[in-house]
């Protein structure tokens, strides 16, 4: 591209240029366009038609040619042209035309005056051509700024303005359930905005950059909004990826006009969401992405440049903090780090609170309850959850949700719409049944685990056949290796009823074993619960937010260990819960015949059920001790 050379022409060259190109284009248009439409207005008539018309004194001018003759009719207030053929034998034509005082006319008449025809023809088309060929041009300019040019006049290297727009979404920090250690944070940097001279008194400055990290969903991109309705000051809001541009360089000017802007602005808030795109390590690479790296360099230069105490604060986003270049993390950048965390039971309780504010909504609804079965929810499921569940009220024609409908609403965040279509067969079901309680069973019959809270064998449109949930009754934040390994034995339930029942196995476990497997690796490699690795750390995690990558770190020999000791691990458990089901193997067949016959159970069913004076299973139970 050799944009960069082109230099924007002297105004008047280009005005005179543009005003004979329209010039060149009116005239094609009149030689060439006009004449055919205006031969397309001339309506045929007959030789008859023109006599009668010539008789009746209604015509004004004529045009002989050769072998056409035109004519101008005039009446009823109006007027128009024909044309008919020249017949030669009638000879005294002329005469009579003559005698009719018909204006003999070199050119083919026509209906308008000179005047509104040279308007019509040559202003009005000018005019029109003049103005949207401009605004074409400037389409045109404007897309090559884009490009690599600039906005207007080809001017290099300038971005379009208007992405930084000063925020009006009037988000306030009341918006933002939970997260309290995050908005105290953030409402330092508000104040400081509002009252600097207390600061400045002490001498104390302001951190000159504040990274919010969190998984997604954690209302970081919200807290931001907040910001900017609190604190009253212009906010420049741009997304990492509005940096990256196809040609080198561009990102870079990006960056210096952002920055340029947010100092004129001073005191305001830039606010940078998804900065990994941007701030990603430079590597060093030959051939890396010189674009985003010279993105990055400008950043950090600028961050360096300007002067914290007029008052820009810089606000950014990621939920990849570990993918950061460390330069951009040290103090006199981004400095201060605000975690977001995912909510815990008391935050996810205000989450749906605040959200409930916007829908219409039982006064009896117990958001403790629902706060305690989302447990892991981020604040973007719980907004969702209870978007569902004004809809589903809306679906069943209510004026408002309930708590049934959050609970439905739940299930569906979690594990996806039920599945009406798909019927199972009976024998499906009953497999499914089993399954089920195996694993709530597993899961009732050992101590420190979390209470069965429903089991459904209704499929679902994640692709679950049936599911059990558990619900906690606080919160945890840490798990013992006896707590683990119940998960385990609880996860391989579902598949030691099938094998207990129909001494067959089917796919339906794929999942389990998926989670069964994932725990006991983590509890060798990096919970240092196996008795041969001590407290050794065999697996490094990145990526925490995101699911969390793993990558072993040992060598071959400790991986094949790793995997024996995973096996052996799963194993017992899984004997262990075949071995519960066995032993209650009365209680097994009782509700799973409940569950086969009314596809759901309420904890509060399960645990009756469960504590009901057995027939058989209390005797064989017996028996065998
Ligand atoms: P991210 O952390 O990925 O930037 P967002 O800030 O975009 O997440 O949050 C998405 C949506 O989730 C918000 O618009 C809001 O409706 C909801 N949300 C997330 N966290 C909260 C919270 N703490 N309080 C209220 N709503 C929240
Ligand atoms: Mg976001
Ligand atoms: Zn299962």
């Given at each position: 591209?050799?944009?960069?050379?082109?230099?924007?022409?002297?105004?008047?060259?280009?005005?005179?240029?543009?005003?004979?190109?329209?010039?060149?284009?009116?005239?094609?248009?009149?030689?060439?366009?006009?004449?055919?439409?205006?031969?397309?207005?001339?309506?045929?008539?007959?030789?008859?038609?023109?006599?009668?018309?010539?008789?009746?004194?209604?015509?004004?001018?004529?045009?002989?040619?050769e072998d056409v003759i035109y004519y101008l009719e005039e009446g009823n207030g109006r007027a128009q042209v024909y044309k008919t053929g020249y017949i030669?034998?009638?000879?005294?034509?002329?005469?009579?035309?003559?005698?009719?005082?018909?204006?003999?006319?070199?050119?083919?008449?026509?209906?308008?005056?000179?005047?509104?025809?040279?308007?019509?023809?040559?202003?009005?088309?000018?005019?029109?051509?003049?103005?949207?060929?401009?605004?074409?041009?400037?389409?045109?300019?404007?897309?090559?700024?884009?490009?690599?040019?600039?906005?207007?006049?080809?001017?290099?290297?300038?971005?379009?303005?208007?992405?930084?727009?000063?925020?009006?979404?009037?988000?306030?920090?009341?918006?933002?359930?939970?997260?309290?250690?995050?908005?105290?944070?953030?409402?330092?940097?508000?104040?400081?905005?509002?009252?600097?001279?207390?600061?400045?008194?002490?001498?104390?400055?302001?951190?000159?950059?504040?990274?919010?990290?969190?998984?997604?969903?954690?209302?970081?991109?919200?807290?931001?909004?907040?910001?900017?309705?609190?604190?009253?000051?212009?906010?420049?809001?741009?997304?990492?990826?509005?940096?990256?541009?196809?040609?080198?360089?561009?990102?870079?000017?990006?960056?210096?006009d952002l920055f340029k802007q947010a100092n004129e602005k001073a005191p305001c808030i830039v606010f940078i969401d998804e900065i990994d795109t941007i701030?990603?390590?430079?590597?060093?690479?030959?051939?890396?992405?010189?674009?985003?790296?010279?993105?990055?360099?400008?950043?950090?230069?600028?961050?360096?440049?300007?002067?914290?105490?007029?008052?820009?604060?810089?606000?950014?986003?990621?939920?990849?903090?570990?993918?950061?270049?460390?330069?951009?993390?040290?103090?006199?950048?981004?400095?201060?780090?605000?975690?977001?965390?995912?909510?815990?039971?008391?935050?996810?309780?205000?989450?749906?609170?605040?959200?409930?504010?916007?829908?219409?909504?039982?006064?009896?609804?117990?958001?403790?309850?629902?706060?305690?079965?989302?447990?892991?929810?981020?604040?973007?499921?719980?907004?969702?959850?209870?978007?569902?569940?004004?809809?589903?009220?809306?679906?069943?024609?209510?004026?408002?949700?309930?708590?049934?409908?959050?609970?439905?609403?739940?299930?569906?965040?979690?594990?996806?719409?039920?599945?009406?279509?798909?019927?199972?067969?009976?024998?499906?079901?009953?497999?499914?049944?089993?399954?089920?309680?195996?694993?709530?069973?597993?899961?009732?019959?050992?101590?420190?685990?979390?209470?069965?809270?429903?089991?459904?064998?209704?499929?679902?449109?994640?692709?679950?056949?049936?599911?059990?949930?558990?619900?906690?009754?606080?919160?945890?934040?840490?798990?013992?290796?006896?707590?683990?390994?119940?998960?385990?034995?609880?996860?391989?339930?579902?598949?030691?009823?099938?094998?207990?029942?129909?001494?067959?196995?089917?796919?339906?476990?794929?999942?389990?074993?998926?989670?069964?497997?994932?725990?006991?690796?983590?509890?060798?490699?990096?919970?240092?619960?196996?008795?041969?690795?001590?407290?050794?750390?065999?697996?490094?995690?990145?990526?925490?937010?995101?699911?969390?990558?793993?990558?072993?770190?040992?060598?071959?020999?400790?991986?094949?260990?790793?995997?024996?000791?995973?096996?052996?691990?799963?194993?017992?458990?899984?004997?262990?819960?075949?071995?519960?089901?066995?032993?209650?193997?009365?209680?097994?067949?009782?509700?799973?015949?409940?569950?086969?016959?009314?596809?759901?159970?309420?904890?509060?069913?399960?645990?009756?059920?469960?504590?009901?004076?057995?027939?058989?299973?209390?005797?064989?139970?017996?028996?065998?001790?």
């Amino acid at each position: 591209m050799d944009i960069k050379e082109k230099k924007p022409q002297p105004p008047q060259n280009s005005t005179l240029f543009y005003c004979v190109l329209v010039l060149v284009i009116l005239l094609i248009l009149n030689i060439f366009v006009m004449p055919s439409l205006a031969e397309r207005s001339i309506k045929d008539a007959t030789y008859d038609a023109f006599l009668n018309d010539l008789e009746a004194g209604k015509i004004s001018e004529v045009n002989l040619e050769e072998d056409v003759i035109y004519y101008l009719e005039e009446g009823n207030g109006r007027a128009q042209v024909y044309k008919t053929g020249y017949i030669s034998s009638d000879v005294d034509l002329v005469e009579r035309l003559d005698e009719a005082g018909v204006v003999f006319n070199k050119e083919v008449p026509q209906t308008m005056s000179p005047i509104v025809s040279f308007l019509i023809s040559w202003l009005l088309p000018f005019v029109i051509i003049w103005f949207l060929g401009g605004w074409l041009m400037k389409k045109l300019m404007k897309n090559m700024g884009n490009m690599g040019g600039g906005p207007g006049a080809m001017s290099f290297g300038k971005s379009n303005d208007k992405i930084y727009v000063k925020s009006s979404t009037g988000i306030k920090f009341s918006d933002v359930a939970g997260e309290d250690e995050a908005k105290e944070l953030l409402t330092e940097i508000v104040d400081y905005l509002h009252n600097p001279e207390k600061y400045k008194e002490i001498g104390a400055s302001m951190p000159k950059g504040a990274l919010l990290v969190g998984p997604p969903g954690t209302g970081k991109t919200l807290l931001a909004k907040a910001v900017a309705g609190e604190a009253n000051v212009p906010f420049f809001s741009i997304s990492g990826s509005e940096f990256v541009e196809m040609f080198v360089g561009m990102g870079a000017a990006k960056v210096r006009d952002l920055f340029k802007q947010a100092n004129e602005k001073a005191p305001c808030i830039v606010f940078i969401d998804e900065i990994d795109t941007i701030g990603k390590k430079r590597d060093g690479q030959i051939g890396g992405n010189d674009e985003r790296e010279q993105t990055l360099n400008q950043l950090l230069t600028e961050m360096d440049g300007f002067d914290g105490s007029k008052g820009v604060v810089i606000l950014a986003a990621t939920n990849r903090p570990d993918s950061l270049d460390p330069a951009l993390l040290r103090p006199g950048r981004f400095d201060r780090r605000i975690p977001v965390e995912l909510p815990d039971l008391k935050g996810r309780e205000e989450i749906l609170k605040v959200h409930a504010r916007k829908i219409k909504i039982a006064d009896n609804v117990n958001f403790y309850e629902i706060a305690k079965a989302a447990s892991g929810a981020s604040g973007a499921e719980l907004a969702n959850i209870v978007n569902e569940a004004a809809l589903r009220a809306v679906r069943d024609r209510r004026k408002f949700a309930t708590q049934a409908d959050l609970e439905e609403s739940i299930e569906v965040v979690i594990a996806g719409y039920q599945k009406k279509s798909r019927v199972l067969s009976e024998k499906e079901k009953l497999i499914v049944s089993y399954h089920e309680v195996g694993h709530a069973l597993v899961a009732a019959m050992q101590t420190n685990s979390a209470p069965v809270h429903k089991i459904t064998i209704i499929p679902r449109t994640s692709g679950a056949l049936g599911y059990t949930m558990q619900v906690e009754d606080g919160e945890h934040f840490l798990m013992s290796k006896e707590e683990l390994e119940n998960k385990i034995a609880t996860f391989t339930g579902g598949r030691a009823a099938e094998e207990l029942i129909f001494h067959s196995v089917t796919t339906g476990a794929s999942n389990d074993i998926e989670q069964a497997t994932k725990l006991a690796r983590g509890m060798i490699t990096r919970y240092g619960m196996s008795d041969d690795f001590d407290m050794v750390a065999m697996e490094s995690m990145s990526n925490q937010y995101l699911g969390g990558d793993s990558s072993l770190a040992c060598s071959f020999e400790t991986q094949t260990q790793i995997d024996k000791k995973v096996v052996e691990l799963v194993k017992k458990q899984h004997q262990k819960a075949y071995k519960i089901l066995e032993d209650n193997i009365g209680k097994l067949h009782e509700l799973a015949k409940f569950l086969y016959e009314n596809e759901t159970i309420t904890g509060e069913e399960f645990m009756r059920i469960l504590n009901t004076k057995p027939r058989i299973g209390m005797n064989d139970q017996a028996e065998e001790e």
